[in-house]
C-alpha cells in the first residue's frame, strides 16, 4: 500500500486527467502546497495540492498567472485545475526549468547585481499591466493593519495608486533563472490589486529582515543580497518611476511577516527564531518612527 503522499499525487493526477504521470520528484519550491514534479508526454509538469479551504487561492493564482503571462511576464502556463473528492484544489502547471535566484546568489554572486536590476524590471511590469481584476483577492491593506487604524489610514489616504497587479511574495526563491537569466515567477498565492508600493515594501521587508537569517549568515553572503536589492530597486525606478513614501508600507509589510510568520516561527529553517521574530519587531519599529506613526 502505498503512503498517504502517494495516495494523495494518485488523487490528484486522476482528477486532472493525467493518471500516466511519471513521478520524477516530491521536491518542492513552494511552502503553502504539495508539489510534485512528474513527467507527462514527455513534458515536466509541477502538481500542486493545496489546502481544503483555497479553492479561492487556486482561482486567485489562475487569474495571475493568466494576465501576466499575457503581458509577456514569465510565469507558468497551466494545464488544468481540478478538485480532488469536490474538497481539495489541485492544479497541474508547467515545470519552469532552471535554479531558484536564491540558489543561484548564493553560488554564483557576481550575478547578484544583473538579476536584481530584471528583478526590478520584472516587478515594474508586473505593476504596468493595465486594469487587472482578481476576483476573490482580499483586502490588502487588511493583512498588515488588521489592529492598526493610524496605518490603515495613512495607507488608504496614500494609496491613489490602487489598481496594480500584486504579487506580494517576490522574492529570489520565487523567481527562476537559467543562463543568468530570469525565465520565470512562480507562486501567485498572495497576488490581489493594489498599491504597487506594497508589493516593493514585501519584497524589501524579505530581503532585508528574514533572507538574511534564511540563506545570508556570512558577511559575503549579506553583501549578495544587498547587491541584488540595490540593483532591484534601480531596476524597478529605471522602468517605473521613482518610489516615495514608503516608510508606512514597510511597517504594513512588517506587521504582516510577523502576523504570517509568528505561528510557525519554530517551525522555519533558521538557527534562532527568537531573533528572527526581535528582528522584524525591530526593524518594523524602526520603520513606524520614519513614517511618524503613533
Avoid at 503553502?32 to 483555497?54: C, F, P, T
Avoid at 469536490?86 to 550575478?111: C, F, N, Y
Avoid at 522602468?239 to 516561527?265: H, K, R, T, Y
Avoid at 529553517?269 to 503613533?294: C, E, F, G, M, Y
Wanted: with cysteine; hydrophobic share 45%.
Amino acid at each position: 500500500m502505498g503512503s498517504a503522499n502517494d495516495d494523495l499525487l494518485h488523487s490528484a493526477l486522476s482528477a486532472l486527467g493525467l493518471p500516466l504521470a511519471e513521478l520524477v520528484s516530491a521536491e518542492t519550491r513552494a511552502t503553502d502546497a504539495s508539489v510534485w514534479q512528474v513527467r507527462h508526454d514527455g513534458r515536466l509538469l509541477a502538481i500542486r495540492v493545496l489546502r481544503e479551504e483555497q479553492t479561492s487561492v487556486m482561482e486567485i493564482e489562475h487569474r495571475s498567472m493568466d494576465l501576466v503571462r499575457s503581458a509577456g511576464v514569465p510565469a507558468p502556463a497551466i494545464i488544468s485545475t481540478a478538485m480532488i473528492d469536490r474538497r481539495r484544489p489541485t492544479m497541474a502547471i508547467e515545470w519552469m526549468a532552471g535554479e531558484s535566484v536564491g540558489d543561484v546568489l548564493l553560488q554564483k554572486p557576481h550575478l547578484a547585481r544583473r538579476l536584481g536590476a530584471q528583478a526590478g524590471n520584472c516587478l515594474a511590469k508586473i505593476h504596468a499591466i493595465p486594469d487587472p481584476v482578481i476576483p476573490g483577492s482580499d483586502n490588502w491593506i487588511a493583512r498588515g493593519a488588521r489592529n492598526d487604524p493610524a496605518l490603515v489610514a495613512r495607507l488608504t489616504r496614500l494609496s491613489v495608486r490602487a489598481g496594480s497587479l500584486l504579487h506580494l511574495d517576490f522574492h529570489p526563491f520565487n523567481l527562476v533563472a537559467q543562463g543568468g537569466r530570469i525565465v520565470g515567477v512562480l507562486d501567485w498565492t498572495n497576488s490581489s490589486v493594489g498599491d504597487p508600493r506594497a508589493d516593493i515594501a514585501r519584497a524589501l521587508t524579505i530581503l532585508q529582515v528574514s533572507a538574511p537569517l534564511f540563506i545570508a549568515e556570512h558577511g559575503a553572503r549579506r553583501m549578495t543580497l544587498g547587491l541584488f536589492t540595490r540593483a532591484f530597486m534601480q531596476g524597478y525606478q529605471r522602468n517605473a518611476g521613482s518610489v516615495e513614501d514608503l516608510a508606512p508600507f514597510m511597517v504594513w509589510a512588517g506587521q504582516w511577516m510577523l502576523e504570517d510568520l509568528g505561528p510557525i516561527l519554530d517551525q522555519l529553517p533558521v538557527a534562532n527564531p527568537q531573533r528572527l521574530r526581535d528582528r522584524i519587531v525591530q526593524k518594523t519599529a524602526d520603520w513606524r518612527a520614519r513614517a511618524h506613526l503613533s
